[in-house]
């Protein structure tokens, strides 16, 4: 390979892809295949992250909870993501991608199979909250392995100028697989009970695991020499851009999570809808969410501008937010105040949503260049810890902002939480 000194870029690009750590060659495309595996596993974790939720009315009758157990059970399944999201990116940067994404999947998979058996309701018994909630919350710690691993596979297999797109599509795991948790588990819960839901989910998990273990290796330009260098460089737990950037990514979840978690109650409660047009606005959110992911990693991509589009999307998030929050306050008494309603609030709601889940991508593409190849798991989870503390501290939060303030708070809050994002993610260089 070093007598080759004529190439263009490109083939020594391609050149570099095709051989691989102890010999082993790889095809050009072989990166695609490396993403997919991303997107399989975080989509697979997705579907048990908010489909599990998306079970509450069946898990609460078919385990005799009341709405403060149900609370607590689902809380800790976030919470074991927040607490263990750090670690396994920590070992990720030391043992690598490959070796930790088996380890967690499995685990996970073989897990969820152990609840399928034994903590489910059946004619003889129930299991009570400690055990439920006991099970989600090692649920929780089991898949946190997933997030710091895919990201460092992609940051290694993909050239700087495709690892935003390919950051960005993989990151459209995430409401793809949530939608099809919300989608298939109710009814399957429904229908069959809980040891259908953890035995699909457990089956999800292990078929990403397969597809790892088939095609997920190090990097042709890494392999041992890249793992042992990982540990070298100065550790990005110590690097303040990247603290900037993770608490940033967190903050900036926070009003995501509150339109995820109770859009739907807001519009039934206060605009009035029901069901279907519920159902539409929600699925407008997740569609224009996965559309946007995709097309800011593109554009970033050609234009080399990832901390202008984070200022962006965190301002105009912002300010989608205020114009909400005005609409709530001062609708009701403007003229034609129940057409604005009907007609202004969803549309407000779903940009609202659209601008505050777009970014990930260009977030997470940005936060992994910061902290240095050897060092991507340990960032890529450090921001995830702070994204999974949201989605344990909004729902619970909301209630009491309600009873304070009613929707007006919430989204006064929401509002606030993106205007103090933008300057905490970095300027331009």
Known sequence: ????????????????????????????????????????????????????????????????????????????????????????????????????????LGATAAWLLVMAM??????????????????????????????????RAIMGWFRENERGFAMSIRQTAVPLGGGLGALVLPSLALAFGFAAVFGVLAGASALSALFAWRWLHE???????????????????????????????????????AVLT?????LHDFVGL?????????????????????????????????????????AFSALAFAVLWLLVLFGPTAPGGQLIWLAVLPVVLIAAGISVSAWHGVAYTELATLAGAGHVGTALSLANTFVFVGFFLVPVAIPGLLHLWSWSGVWLAAAICALIARPIFLRPA
Not at 74 to 86: M, P, Q, R, Y
Request: one cysteine or more; hydrophobic letters at 45%.
């Open 118 to 151: 034994l903590v489910v309701p059946t004619r003889t018994g129930i299991p009570g909250i400690t055990l439920l909630s006991a099970s989600l919350l090692i649920t929780g710690l089991l898949g946190g392995s997933v997030n710091g691993s895919s990201g």
């Open 219 to 257: 990097p042709p330009t890494a392999g041992e020499g890249h793992l042992a260098s990982a540990v070298a460089g100065p550790t990005p737990l110590r690097n303040r851009d990247v603290w900037r950037i993770a608490t940033a990514i967190g903050l900036l979840c926070f009003p995501q999570v």
């Open 262 to 266: 109770f859009a739907s109650v807001f």
């Open 1 to 104: 390979m070093s007598a080759i000194v004529n190439c263009t870029d490109r083939q020594q690009s391609e050149l570099l892809e095709d051989t691989g750590p102890a010999g082993r060659v790889f095809k050009p495309g072989h990166r695609w295949k490396v993403l997919g595996i991303g997107v399989a596993a975080n989509a697979a974790f997705s579907a048990a992250f908010s489909g599990i939720p998306a079970t509450a009315v069946v898990l609460r009758q078919g385990y005799h909870l009341g709405n403060a157990e149900l609370g607590l059970a689902l809380g800790l399944l976030g919470l074991g993501v927040a607490l263990s999201e750090l670690p396994w990116g920590l070992l990720t940067d030391r043992w690598g991608d490959r070796r930790v994404l088996l380890i967690g």
């Open 274 to 314: 029901g069901t279907a047009a519920i159902s539409a606005s929600l699925a407008a959110v997740q569609i224009g969410a996965m559309v946007m992911r995709i097309w800011s990693g593109r554009f970033t991509d050609r234009h080399g501008n990832r901390r202008q589009v984070l200022r962006l999307c965190s």
